[in-house]
């Protein structure tokens, strides 16, 4: 199958590469990780998540941040973000991290975000057993996992697209939504739609959510909030979707803050350069900012 030799090819690199970013990395200090905890009863691996957040702040409420990783939506799990996660938590947040199914196991992105949803659901509902104030929330994805925050941040007030995808109902307001380089345009030309239009299956077409491909027709009838987007000048995958995404949400009326990287120190900042190297200074500065717009909205 197609998927088997995607994975082989481009998966496997991906997954050599990303295992020896980590392996140079450093934890910070001071970090209470809180790990697999299930949102699904049912025992599988893809339906837990994490929560971390300063040991030293413990007994206060924190504002919460809740991350989905990327992996074009056949790769990775809550771990491959946990560097970037500690290091959101060491700004004094408490942050859950999110894993989901996994292409081929599900039957794409559909099932994804009923999955993300009900992850919500469940930070919702147990969010006063952590340091976490519930009025102040951020929800962040980067690459596919930016497709399915914008989705699950429509979903939130979007009804018709919470009934065409099946999904759970959650009583969650977001303060600010962050992408980065959000690959969420899925029902487009070239490349990237050959790509994405295998996510979803045989049949796509003829489903409810076909009209719900594409970001800017999810958030046409929903309430967005104020959003953060980042991409930068080597970002291949992201770069166009990003622009694209920060234009239609701002025909939309919806703030928006795009932080477009040049050439940085004469080099292209690769996709989603902040989540995997978030302790270098490209990485650091754009972590900041994003936390600075983050703040300024419940401040």
């Known amino acids: 199958m197609w998927y088997k030799l995607f994975d082989k090819i481009v998966w496997d690199t991906a997954r050599k590469s990303d295992a020896e970013t980590h392996a140079r990395q450093v934890k910070p200090e001071g970090i209470k990780e809180v790990c ?10 893809q339906h837990k998540l994490d929560v971390y957040y300063p040991e030293s702040r413990e007994s206060e409420k924190l504002p919460v941040i809740i ?20 290091y959101l938590a060491k ?12 292409v081929p196991d599900c039957a794409g992105p559909a099932v994804q975000l009923c ?3 009900l992850a919500l ?14 009025s102040k929330i951020m929800l962040t994805g980067d690459s596919a996992g930016g497709m399915l925050a914008g989705f699950a941040a429509a979903a939130l007030t979007n009804e018709g697209m919470r009934k065409a995808y099946n999904t759970v109902d959650v009583d969650m307001k977001l303060t600010v939504l962050a992408l980065t380089s959000p690959v969420a345009y899925m029902n487009v030309k070239g490349v990237i739609g050959f790509y994405t ?13 076909y009209r719900y491909m594409n970001l800017d027709e999810v958030i046409a009838d929903a309430i967005m909030p104020p959003t953060f987007m980042v991409t ?8 166009k979707q990003t622009r694209r995404a920060a234009a239609d949400f701002r025909k939309q009326g919806i703030e928006v803050k795009l932080m477009d990287w040049p050439d940085y120190e004469g080099q292209k900042l690769p996709h989603v350069f902040s989540v995997l190297e978030p302790n270098l200074k490209p990485g650091i500065q754009t972590i ?12």
């Open 36 to 45: 697999d905890l299930a949102y699904i009863e049912d025992d599988m691996w």
């Open 91 to 102: 700004r004094d947040f408490c942050v859950f991290s999110i894993s989901y199914s996994l």
């Open 232 to 239: 930068s000048s080597g970002d291949m995958l992201g770069l």
């Open 67 to 86: 991350d989905i990783h990327g992996g074009g939506w056949m790769y990775g799990d809550k771990e491959l973000n946990k560097f970037y996660n500690l």
């Open 288 to 299: 900041d900012e994003m936390c600075a717009f983050f703040r300024a909205h419940f401040e």
């Open 115 to 117: 999955e993300v949803m």
């Open 197 to 209: 239009k295998k996510m979803w299956k045989e049949g796509y077409k003829d489903k409810p959510t």
């Open 121 to 134: 659901k469940w930070i919702r509902e147990h969010m006063r057993d952590y340091p976490a104030d519930e």
